[in-house]
């Protein structure tokens, strides 16, 4: 069955500096990964999602994932935070065979401190 | 294109009744997908319906059921509440691919007094 992992509760970040939120994987297969955001009483929304091809991946307010098959992993990136970016993360997976369900991760909270 | 509706948004019952939510997908989506989300335990998965079949289960009790419906609404329902059922539930609707991303609705608050 798949699995995602992220290691961090939570991230801290100065505003104007490069962000991190990792996460890594398991799964039988190539995998599907996918990136949302939570903000506070809202449902999640979508950043990315990576599929197959180049392995970085860019998305929504300036957000890219770099996907790395050795380390199973597809950590979040963004150049340079912005206090705004302060939120819940979670990196999901989905396995390419048959219809299983996107697995998601236990969320990471970042804070952008300005 | 309207998003993913739920309701209740927010609801308070007592232990032992039974509860039923609802998610309205977005239009020419398929297949619905139920969450319950927790501070300890994050995204927990239930249960996916495409075209008014369950296709996947989650690790939940009985107690937890659902349905989706010809037009691809989707309830969910959880009878005898027990306190540590208070969560965020959370649908989310896609087209049915593997590929796809999912579109969640704001959620419906359950707190179980």
């Known amino acids: 069955a798949q699995s995602v992992a992220q290691p961090e509760d939570q991230v801290n970040v100065a505003e104007g500096n490069p962000l991190t939120v990792k996460c890594t994987y398991s799964v039988s297969g190539n995998p599907y990964l996918f990136w949302y955001v939570q903000y506070p009483n809202r449902g999640l929304q979508f950043l990315l999602k990576?599929?197959?091809?180049?392995?970085l991946v860019k998305g929504s307010y300036g957000f890219e994932a770099e996907f790395n098959k050795s380390q199973t992993s597809f950590h979040l990136k963004k150049p340079s935070a912005l206090v705004s970016d302060s939120a819940l993360y979670f990196c999901?997976?989905?396995?390419?065979?048959?219809?299983?369900?996107?697995?998601f991760g236990k969320g990471t909270r970042l804070s952008v401190i300005a | 294109k309207a998003g993913v509706t739920q309701t209740p948004r927010y609801l308070i019952k007592t232990r032992g009744q039974q509860v039923t939510l609802s998610c309205s997908p977005i239009s020419g989506h398929r297949s619905v997908s139920w969450y319950q989300q927790t501070p300890g335990q994050g995204l927990q998965f239930l249960f996916e319906y495409f075209s008014e079949t369950q296709r996947n289960k989650g690790n939940f009790p009985g107690r937890f059921s659902g349905r989706q419906f010809s037009n691809s609404r989707s309830e969910m329902n959880v009878s005898t509440l027990e306190l540590g059922d208070s969560a965020l539930y959370l649908c989310?609707?896609?087209?049915?691919?593997?590929?796809?991303?999912?579109?969640f609705g704001e959620g419906s608050r359950l707190t179980v007094l």
């Open positions: 989310a609707s896609h087209s049915g691919s593997n590929t796809g991303e999912l579109f």
């Open positions: 990576y599929i197959t091809g180049d392995n």
């Open positions: 999901a997976v989905r396995g390419p065979s048959g219809n299983t369900p996107l697995v």
